[in-house]
């Protein structure tokens, strides 16, 4: 996979556009992620297992928040 020729160990879309628009307009960011893949393995979460993991990150993260 060329992505793992290159030595990347994980893949994330998302959180760049929130930190450069961050960037562009002076404002801060929190990004808090959850691993579902293994990349160059079969070894991926199930739906059940994203929703269960999802589910208790966003907890943590409004618990966090509402400190």
């Known amino acids: 996979d060329k ?3 290159l030595g990347c ?7 760049f556009i929130l930190y450069y628009l961050c960037e562009l307009y002076n404002c801060s960011a929190l990004s808090l992620l959850t691993v ?4 160059g393995t079969d070894i991926n979460a199930s739906p059940k297992e994203r929703e ?5 990150m966003i ?3 409004l618990k966090i928040l509402t400190k």
Not at 9 to 15: A, L, P
Not at 36 to 39: F, K, N, R, T, V
Not at 52 to 56: D, E, G, I, K, S
């Open 59 to 61: 907890e943590l993260a």
């Open 52 to 56: 269960v993991a999802f589910t208790q």
């Open 3 to 5: 992505f793992l020729k």
């Open 9 to 15: 160990i994980g893949v994330e879309m998302e959180t």
């Open 36 to 39: 579902s893949d293994i990349i």
